[in-house]
């Protein structure tokens, strides 16, 4: 089984100002192509293995890990026991209504019986008023005999429905036990381990995991710059621990300026691949333009 959640780190709020000369200041943060991609576990299961190690490249498909749970022979348990349940219900309900349609059938026929037997006395021995009572007798004996029917028809539907759901339960339980095995979604490289075999994922990443064939900075500038800015446009990338991070320009402005922090997003790719690719989710200031 497959599962992850692609989540794309946020830029920092804060923004640096303007350099002048029609330069255009912000702040971001340093991103893989696609952004960084949560890998999570089935919540309720444990990590078993773990097949790889942070900084590996991958392809897709490749295992990246699987998971155990406990609660996996309980849930078979219960799945086989609704479908014996299932089976026994139909059994008894198909059993009681053939019973009702029986006892309608001989109504039917008693019915049928009283009345020819109060015809053959012939017409000296006869009044039409009780003939006409014992034809509605049979008539309504009958019109009850259908109607059950009709009702028994509907009942094996729904019970075949029944049956059907709680097999295909079963089935599901049974594949699913050990085979939670979880593979890379892309081609890319293993960013970070959050955790180790014998944690619960409780639908939390396993692992993050990201394409280094780029690197961004997904950046924020202020509304009032955000007219300045545009697609090509070249971008100078620093951090205080980093004198010069490199160069990139602007592939995306975004057109949705923040209600409350009144900034806009502007995303930039960068020339070089390193040192970005082992600086991933770090703060960094932009200067653009230009």
Do not use: W
Request: glycine share 10%.
């Amino acid at each position: 089984m497959l599962l992850s959640l692609a989540l794309m780190l946020p830029a920092t709020v804060s923004y640096s100002a303007a350099t002048g000369n029609n330069k255009v200041g912000g702040t971001g943060t340093v991103v893989p192509r696609g952004g960084v991609v949560l890998i999570a576990g089935v919540p309720g299961y444990s990590v078993h293995r773990i097949f790889v190690q942070a900084g590996d490249a991958v392809k897709q498909g490749a295992p990246l890990f699987d998971m155990d749970s406990a609660a996996v022979p309980y849930d078979l348990q219960t799945a086989t026991l609704d479908l014996e349940t299932a089976k026994k219900d139909a059994d008894y309900r198909s059993a009681a209504e053939a019973l009702t349609i029986k006892f309608d059938e001989a109504r039917v026929q008693r019915a049928k019986r009283a009345l020819g037997t109060y015809r053959a006395v012939g017409p000296s021995g006869i009044t039409e008023r009780e003939s006409t009572r014992l034809q509605d007798v049979v008539e309504e004996a009958q019109a009850g005999l259908d109607m059950e029917r009709l009702h028994a028809q509907q009942l094996q539907y729904d019970l075949a429905a029944a049956l059907k759901s709680a097999t295909l339960r079963r089935e599901a339980t049974a594949t699913n036990v050990g085979h939670f095995l979880v593979r890379a979604p892309s081609d890319g490289t293993v960013l970070k381990i959050d955790k180790r075999a014998g944690d619960y994922a409780n639908g939390e990443a396993v692992l993050e995991f990201g394409d280094l064939s780029a690197i961004y900075v997904d950046a924020q500038v202020y509304q009032g710059d955000m007219i300045k800015v545009r697609p090509g446009m070249r971008v100078t990338v620093k951090n205080s621990a980093f004198a010069d991070l490199g160069t990139g320009k602007v592939e995306t402005v975004g057109r949705v300026i923040g209600t409350r922090s009144q900034l806009g997003d502007v995303r930039i790719r960068l020339d070089k691949i390193e040192p970005g690719d082992r600086l991933i989710g770090m703060e960094v200031e932009v200067v653009i333009g230009p």
